[in-house]
């Protein structure tokens, strides 16, 4: 059996290029179209380092390697496209962010992000501190 990890009781493992190991079978997922309709129909807003919102969002979503996020047929893809790159004018054929076909995405690691994020905040703010203090 071919694994594309090397781990085969890792719940990210793949039986082969192919198809999943059956712990994979009902995992949270969504599409790169629905991804791209949340970030082009949120509001032009600035998030609290004063950058605007799709720019972080784009960001993470790079960092956590989704690839290209954006639908080509996005009425908003020039302004998600300039907050991201800093270039107001991107031909489509080398736009990174715009996806020639939506495919399903797993979730796992935009939800694992999001619970570090908040249970950093929640540390910064000196809530449930106790069980991190070395005695």
């Known amino acids: 059996m071919y694994r594309v990890s090397q781990m085969s ?5 793949a039986a ?5 190991i059956e712990q994979l079978t009902s995992v949270p997922y969504t ?11 949120a509001a032009a807003l600035l998030d609290d380092a004063n ?3 799709r720019y972080g ?9 989704y690839g290209s996020i954006l639908d080509p047929n996005s009425l908003s893809k020039d302004i998600v496209t300039a907050a991201y790159t800093g270039i107001s004018d991107l031909d489509d054929n080398l736009n990174p962010l715009l996806f020639k076909k939506s ?6 690691p935009l939800l694992s992000y999001q619970k570090i994020y908040f249970d950093f905040l929640v ?3 000196g809530k449930n501190i106790r069980h991190l203090l070395i005695m």
């Open 9 to 13: 009781d890792y719940m990210t493992s």
């Open 16 to 20: 082969s290029n192919s198809s999943n």
């Open 31 to 41: 599409t790169t179209s629905a991804i791209s309709d949340y970030i082009s129909n």
């Open 51 to 53: 950058l605007p919102y």
């Open 57 to 65: 969002a784009c960001k993470l979503l790079d960092y956590l390697n």
């Open 103 to 108: 495919v399903a995405v797993n979730l796992l």
């Open 123 to 125: 540390i910064l703010n």
